[in-house]
């Protein structure tokens, strides 16, 4: 409850920070971009409504906002590069069983005949 006097108590406007991002140390930034890292259009917005566009009613959305937009993009970067090595992991994974599977076959064709 905010007191009569309109003022905002000490202990509500120094909001200790998560830790992540600028800003003034100590104190809650207001985020100015949004990154949406599992909607409609993945990427960095500069607006909530863009961003809010691209996540509303997208089942398993995943979107985060940022005090500056290089952090922001540098964040959004670094998802990109571990979503395409987990890609590179899965193929390579996948190449495998099938080498594995080919050899198999090859193997009982050759004991077969």
Same mark, same amino acid.
């Given at each position: ?8 108590? &000490? ?35 500069? /607006?909530? &409504? ?10 398993? /959305? ?8 290089? &952090? ?10 571990? &979503? ?30």
């Amino acid at each position: 409850m905010i007191p009569l006097s309109g003022k905002v108590p &000490e202990a509500i406007s120094w909001i200790p920070r998560d830790g992540i991002g600028g800003g003034v140390s100590g104190r809650f930034s207001i985020p100015t971009t949004y990154v949406v890292y599992k909607g409609r259009v993945p990427g960095v917005y500069d /607006n909530w &409504e863009d961003c809010r566009r691209q996540v509303h009613r997208f089942s398993g /959305n995943s979107h985060k906002g940022y005090p500056a937009r290089v &952090e922001a993009e540098g964040r959004y970067a670094r998802y990109l590069a571990g &979503e395409m090595r987990d890609m590179r992991r899965n193929w390579m994974k996948t190449m495998a069983f099938v080498m594995m599977l080919i050899v198999t076959m090859v193997m009982f064709y050759v004991i077969v005949v």
